[in-house]
């Protein structure tokens, strides 16, 4: 299998035992699930259970298939080919809000590339109640089986938005009420002196370069993180995930 072809598959994958997890748990379609043939104990037993359950099926394999089809390397003895994730619209956030009678609550993503993060981005995002998150078409990490796992699976349950022009979806997001904080070591206020009681986005930019600056013009705040230590900036999953619980404790104890 050349490079190219493995990267294309890796989209339509998930990797990890908690991943594909909750993945059976959601409900979604799977094409294939291969687990690894030897003794089955801990939560391979709920993945084969889970399976059963939702008429999914499985097949054992040895470990070196795994092997050469991961791309995560960390593929935990089991590995799930799914259709290609199903990007959302913009709207698709906002009507969820409005289902759950909740402010909008909504992440902004601008030039983060790093897979990683993303995953640590999406999990923290579906754990603090955000309604959805929106990257770029360029220069953004893609939903893939290292993000997958890297969320915990939290992609499952997570309405992701890829749009065209970032500039543009906030214009559209401010005629919805909503305001928009941008993080930015050049911010007047510190992100926790801010009242997030309407509807909200928070824009993350790359860790090498920010926000564009378009996009940073189009924001109505600028907010920033207290820094003590002689290292100035942190990494863009932690920095989110900062603001992202303040926004949670914030309308929590609204």
Same mark, same amino acid.
């Given at each position: 299998m050349d490079n190219n072809n493995k990267?294309?598959?890796?989209?339509?994958?998930?990797?990890?035992?908690?991943?594909?997890?909750e993945l059976l748990k959601s409900g979604k379609d799977i094409n294939k699930l291969f687990i690894q043939k030897g003794e089955k104990h801990g939560s391979i037993i709920e993945i084969i259970n889970?399976?059963?359950?939702?008429?999914?099926?499985?097949?054992?394999?040895?470990?070196?298939?795994?092997?050469?089809?991961?791309?995560?390397?960390n593929h935990q003895g089991v590995?799930?080919? /799914?259709?290609?994730?199903?990007?959302?619209?913009?709207?698709?956030?906002?009507?969820?809000? *409005? =289902?759950?009678?909740?402010?909008?609550?909504?992440?902004?993503?601008d030039g983060i590339e790093d897979e990683h993060n993303l995953g640590s981005i999406i999990r923290t995002a579906e754990c603090s109640g955000v309604h959805g998150i929106i990257i770029p078409k360029r220069r953004s990490a893609l939903v893939n089986a290292t993000t997958n796992k890297t969320s915990a699976g939290a992609v499952q349950y997570m309405k992701i938005a890829r749009v065209n022009n970032l500039?543009?979806?906030?214009k559209e997001l401010k005629e919805n009420d909503i305001w928009i904080y941008g993080t930015d070591m050049e911010g007047k206020t510190f992100y926790n002196?801010?009242?997030?009681?309407?509807? /909200?986005a928070i824009i993350i930019g790359s860790e090498g370069f920010g926000m564009s600056r378009l996009? *940073? =013009?189009?924001?109505?705040?600028?907010?920033?993180?207290?820094?003590?230590?002689k290292i100035n900036s942190l990494n863009a999953s932690v920095s989110a995930g900062i603001v992202m619980y303040e926004v949670y404790n914030q309308r929590r104890r609204n």
């Open positions: 990267s294309e598959e890796s989209l339509n994958q998930v990797e990890g035992r908690n991943s594909v997890i889970l399976a059963k359950k939702n008429k999914v099926v499985f097949t054992e394999v040895e470990k070196v298939k795994l092997d050469k089809m991961s791309t995560t390397h590995i799930a080919i /799914v259709p290609p994730y199903e990007y959302c619209e913009v709207q698709d956030i906002l009507d969820l809000a *409005k =289902e759950r009678g909740e402010k909008p609550f909504i992440i902004i993503l500039t543009e979806t906030i002196e801010e009242k997030y009681d309407s509807g /909200v996009v *940073k =013009e189009n924001c109505d705040f600028l907010v920033k993180i207290p820094m003590k230590g």
